[in-house]
C-alpha cells in the first residue's frame, strides 16, 4: 500500500477568452494527485493531508471522497485557508505556478496513525510543507516514523523557488529530506539544482527517478543509470504529469523486494512513462488520469514496434 502525505490544493488553471481572463478549479497537490493515480494504475493507496474550514476545502474533501482512496485522512483546520495554485499554461501545453499561501492549511498535517504506518509498503511525502518549520519538522519525523516501522519513504523534489527566501536555502532543506528518503525522484531541471554529482551520491543506495519530459524518464540506482523512451504525444496541460509518472513508478515498486531488479526497474519506468504522458492530453492533473487498460494497451503497442 502507497501512502501519500502532504499538500491537497485547488489548481485554479487560467485561459484568456476574449478581453477576460477565467479561472477553471481543479484538486491538486502533488501527494494527493500521486495517489489519486497510483490507485487507478492499480495499487492500494491512501492520503493524508489538511485543508481549510471554506469553500474550496469543501470541494477538495468531497472531491477526495469520491476517488476511492484505501485510506483517506484530511483533517480540517478552522484557523487556516486552503491553499490554492494559479496555473499559467502556454501553447505548447506547460505550465508555470503562483501560489497562494497565506496563513494555508498545506502544512499543518495530522500525524500519520502507527496502524496506516503498518500497513504502507511505501511512504510518499510531499515537499510543499517544506517551505515552513512547522512543515520540515513534521517531514523529518514522519521519516523516522517510517524506518522504525521498516517500510521505505519515498520524496518528490516538486523545486519551487517562489515559496523560499532564497535557492541557497531551498535546496539546503530539501537536502535534509532527501538524505532520509528511499525513493527520490528530480526533473531534468531539479537534477541541475542539486548538480549531478550530489545526485549520483544518492543514487549509490537510493532508487533515484529522473522525469525528462517528451523523452522519457531515467533510473539512478546502485552505481548505474538508464534512459528509458516515452510514446509521442501533443501535451494540451502538462499539470500533473511528473506527478502520474512518479505514481506509475511506485505502483510498480509496491511490495517489490530490495535491491532491485534492473531488468525490473525498466519495465516499472516504461510503464511509468506511459501514465505520463497520457496525463498531458486532458486538463488538470487527476481528471483525465488514464486507467490500466489504456496504459497498457499502448505500452504493448509501443513493446510490439507500433508507432509510439
Not at 62 to 73: E, H, I, P
Not at 96 to 117: G, I, Q, W
Request: charged letters at 30%; proline letters at 2%.
Amino acid at each position: 500500500m502507497i501512502i501519500c502525505v502532504g499538500e491537497i490544493l485547488a489548481d485554479m488553471i487560467g485561459e484568456k477568452r476574449g478581453e477576460a481572463f477565467f479561472y477553471e478549479r481543479k484538486a491538486g497537490g502533488a501527494p494527493f494527485n500521486v495517489a489519486c493515480a497510483a490507485k487507478k494504475f492499480g495499487a492500494r493507496t491512501g492520503f493524508v493531508g489538511c485543508v481549510g474550514d471554506d469553500t474550496i476545502g469543501g470541494f477538495l474533501k468531497d472531491f477526495a471522497r469520491s476517488r476511492g482512496l484505501d485510506s483517506l485522512d484530511i483533517s480540517v483546520d478552522e484557523g487556516a485557508n486552503t491553499t490554492l495554485a494559479f496555473v499559467d499554461i502556454n501553447a505548447s501545453g506547460e505550465r508555470s505556478f503562483c501560489f497562494y499561501r497565506k496563513n494555508t492549511a498545506d502544512y499543518r498535517l495530522p500525524e500519520v496513525s502507527d496502524e496506516l504506518l503498518s500497513r504502507a509498503s511505501i511512504v510518499h511525502i510531499g515537499s510543499l510543507m517544506l517551505s515552513e518549520q512547522r512543515g520540515e519538522k513534521y517531514a523529518l519525523s514522519l521519516c523516522r516514523r517510517v524506518h522504525e516501522a521498516n517500510r521505505r519513504v519515498s520524496f518528490d523534489v516538486n523545486f519551487r523557488t517562489d515559496i523560499f527566501r532564497d535557492v541557497k536555502t531551498a535546496v539546503e532543506t530539501y537536502k535534509r529530506i532527501l538524505e532520509q528518503a528511499d525513493i527520490v525522484k528530480f526533473s531534468e531541471d531539479e537534477l541541475e539544482i542539486f548538480t549531478r554529482e550530489y545526485v549520483e551520491r544518492l543514487a549509490k543506495d537510493k532508487l533515484v527517478c529522473v522525469s525528462l519530459g517528451g523523452v522519457g524518464s531515467m533510473w539512478m540506482y546502485g552505481g548505474e543509470s538508464k534512459v528509458i523512451p516515452s510514446i509521442s504525444v501533443k501535451p494540451v496541460d502538462t499539470t500533473g504529469a511528473g506527478d502520474a509518472f512518479f505514481a506509475g513508478v511506485l505502483s510498480g515498486l509496491d511490495g517489490l523486494e530490495c535491491p532491485y531488479d534492473k531488468g525490473k526497474l525498466d519495465k516499472i519506468f516504461a510503464f511509468a512513462n506511459v501514465c505520463g504522458a497520457l496525463n498531458t492530453l486532458g486538463r488538470g492533473a487527476i481528471d483525465n488520469l488514464p486507467d490500466l487498460e489504456t496504459v497498457n494497451e499502448r505500452l504493448r503497442h509501443m513493446e510490439e514496434g507500433g508507432a509510439v
